[in-house]
């Protein structure tokens, strides 16, 4: 199982941005698809960005236009950058990878990593 770990959450004010980090115990060339997912308390968890190995990204809605997801594999790591950030965005933020050789997101996630708290307040 590849280990992922999140870094880069904290406190901003509204307006404000962000950069996510996710780094991988190995390869992210394992990974078909990978993801970026949040979770408020007492909700579920959501998908907000994924990036496939065509490279073709997608976002939640709610955070398009305002979140990019991007990669470095010979970092082994991928990143969320978020700006004009919202009070609505404040969530623990989890990274997640989906393994396989097909070169889509399927929403089959292999590995998620333990999660980095983004809170958004003035």
Not at 24 to 30: D, F, G, P, Q, Y
Not at 43 to 61: C, D, K, V
Not at 79 to 104: I, P, V, W
């Amino acid at each position: 199982q590849v280990h992922l770990v999140e870094s880069g959450g904290g406190s901003v004010q509204p307006g404000g941005s962000l950069t996510l980090s996710c780094a991988a115990s190995e390869s992210i060339n394992v990974y078909a698809c990978m993801g970026w997912f949040r979770q408020v308390p007492g909700t579920q968890r959501e998908e907000i960005a994924s990036i496939g190995r065509n490279g073709m990204p997608n976002f939640l809605n709610s955070v398009k236009g305002r979140f990019t997801i991007s990669q470095d594999n010979a970092k082994n790591m991928f990143y969320l950058q978020m700006n004009s950030l919202k009070y609505e965005d404040t969530a623990m933020y989890y990274c997640a990878g989906e393994r396989g050789f097909h070169d889509y997101c399927s929403d089959s996630w292999s590995d998620f990593g333990q999660g980095t708290q983004v809170t958004v307040s003035s």
